[in-house]
C-alpha cells in the first residue's frame, strides 16, 4: 500500500509541473494588464500567478486612485478595458493648481493650453485591476491562478521555474509584477535600492462643499503635500503625504477632527470636506531596482521602480514598461523565444525605461526635499520660481504635456 501511494503522489506533483512561454507572478494592476496585452501581440502561453485571492464585487474597499496619462489610457484602450470603466470609475480632470503653504507662489495650467480636452484621468484603482482579473479569464493562452504563495526559484541555462507547493512551472521568461516587495526580484537576487521617505501618504474619498471644477489642487505643506484628485459625482480622493509622526497624529484623530485638519491643509479652497470613506494609510519610499533584468528574469512596475506619490506617477511609468516590453517581445516567435537567449532583449528593455523612471524618481526627491526646508529665504524664492513659471506660456505647456506623458 505504501508503495502504491507513492506512485499515485508522484503521478500528482508530475501533473502539476507545467510549462509557460511567459510567467507572470503577480495579478495586479500591471500583471494583468501586460498579460493582455501580450496575448493580443504575440502567441505565446501566459501563466500568471497571484498569491492573493481574485477580486470580486465583495472586496475589501482600497481607496487608492491611479491619475493616468495618455500613454497608460492608449493601452487599456487597445485590451479593451478602459471601455468598461465608465464614468462613475474614470472621471477626467482639466486642470492644475499647485500652491505653496510657506509662500505665495503659485501655479496653474491646464489641458487647453495644449488643445486638449482633458490632461488625464482619475481611475479607481481597484475597480480597474477587477475588470482586468475578469478579462483574463476570458482570454484563450492566459491562465491565471490565484492564492498560490511561491515557495521556490530555480533557473537553468534557458529556463527558469518557479513552484509553490502544489505547483511549478518552467518557462523561458519569468516577469516580475509582483509589487515593491517582490518575491521573484528578490529570489532572482535582483537587488533594489531602498530609501524611505520618513512620510506616509493617507488616501480617502470625500466630498467638499465647494466643487472641484475638474481640477486636481495640490498644496505643499512643511509636513509634505496634501492632493485633491477630482472624481465622479463632486467627490475627490485624497493623497496626503506627510512626516511619519504627523500621519500617526491625522490617523489617531476622529473623523470631524480629521475633516477639519484637511479643509485647513487645503487653505478652505474647497471649502467643508465631508469624509466619505475610512482612511488608509501606507509608508513612502523611493526604490529602484540595480538592473531591470538577471538572465530570464524582468521587472516592471513598482518591482522595478517606486517613486514619491506627489506627482502621481508610478501607475504611469509602470504601463510605460508594459508597453515596451510587449513591443519588445511581440518582434519573437514562441520558438525564438525558447531558442535564443533572452539577453539581447531585455537589455533593449532596460536600455529604453531605465533612464525615464530613474529621471522621473530623481525629480520626485528633488521636488519632495525643495518643499521640505523651512527657510524663509527660501521659500520665498521658490515661491518666485513658481509664479516665474506660472506666468511663461511654454513652461505651462511643458507641465501640461508632462501630466499628460506626451
Not at 8 to 30: H, K, N
Not at 42 to 69: C, H, M, W, Y
Not at 364 to 392: C, E, F, H, I
Request: glycine share 6%; with cysteine; charged share 20%.
Amino acid at each position: 500500500m505504501s508503495q502504491q501511494a507513492d506512485i499515485m503522489q508522484a503521478d500528482i506533483v508530475q501533473a502539476d509541473i507545467v510549462q509557460a512561454d511567459i510567467v507572470i507572478v503577480g495579478a495586479g494592476t500591471l500583471g494583468a494588464a501586460l498579460a493582455l496585452r501580450l496575448a493580443q501581440v504575440t502567441d505565446f502561453s501566459i501563466k500568471v500567478i497571484e498569491r492573493g485571492p481574485a477580486l470580486d464585487e465583495a472586496s475589501d474597499p482600497n481607496q487608492r486612485v491611479f491619475a493616468l496619462g495618455q500613454c497608460a489610457a492608449t493601452l487599456l484602450e487597445q485590451i479593451g478595458v478602459f471601455k468598461l470603466l465608465g464614468s462613475e470609475s474614470c472621471h477626467p480632470y482639466q486642470s492644475m493648481c499647485v500652491w505653496d503653504a510657506g509662500s505665495a507662489g503659485q501655479l496653474n495650467f491646464s489641458a487647453s493650453e495644449i488643445e486638449q480636452t482633458q490632461l488625464g484621468w482619475m481611475v479607481d484603482a481597484q475597480k480597474l485591476t477587477r475588470l482586468l482579473q475578469q478579462e483574463l479569464a476570458k482570454t484563450a493562452r492566459i491562465s491565471v491562478v490565484y492564492e498560490h504563495e511561491l515557495t521556490e526559484f530555480k533557473r537553468a541555462a534557458d529556463t527558469a521555474k518557479v513552484s509553490s507547493q502544489t505547483l511549478s512551472v518552467t518557462t523561458p521568461l519569468a516577469i516580475a509584477a509582483d509589487g515593491a516587495n517582490s518575491w521573484l526580484r528578490r529570489a532572482a537576487k535582483i537587488f533594489s535600492n531602498r530609501m524611505p521617505y520618513g512620510q506616509a501618504g493617507i488616501v480617502a474619498r470625500i466630498c467638499t462643499s465647494e466643487p472641484h471644477q475638474h481640477c486636481a489642487w495640490q498644496r505643499f505643506l512643511d509636513t509634505g503635500p496634501v492632493a485633491v484628485l477630482p472624481l465622479a459625482n463632486g467627490d475627490s480622493s485624497i493623497v496626503w503625504s506627510a512626516d511619519q509622526h504627523y500621519a500617526d497624529q491625522l490617523m489617531a484623530l476622529c473623523e470631524t477632527d480629521f475633516e477639519i485638519a484637511l479643509s485647513k491643509a487645503l487653505d478652505q479652497r474647497l471649502g467643508a470636506v465631508k469624509l466619505k470613506t475610512q482612511r488608509q494609510c501606507f509608508p513612502l519610499v523611493s526604490q529602484s531596482a540595480s538592473r531591470y533584468y538577471q538572465a530570464n528574469v524582468a521587472l516592471i512596475g513598482d518591482a522595478a521602480h517606486s517613486i514619491h506619490p506627489l506627482a502621481g506617477q508610478g501607475a504611469n511609468l509602470g504601463f510605460k514598461d508594459i508597453e515596451l516590453l510587449a513591443a519588445l517581445l511581440s518582434e519573437h516567435s514562441t520558438e525564438q523565444l525558447r531558442q535564443r537567449s533572452m539577453l539581447a532583449l531585455l537589455q533593449r528593455y532596460q536600455r529604453g525605461r531605465e533612464k525615464d523612471n530613474r529621471q522621473t524618481d530623481l525629480l520626485m526627491t528633488a521636488l519632495y526635499q525643495t518643499y521640505k526646508a523651512n527657510n524663509p529665504l527660501w521659500a520665498s524664492l521658490r515661491g518666485l520660481g513658481m509664479s516665474l513659471v506660472d506666468n511663461t506660456p511654454v513652461l505651462r505647456e511643458l507641465l501640461a504635456r508632462q501630466a499628460m506623458g506626451l
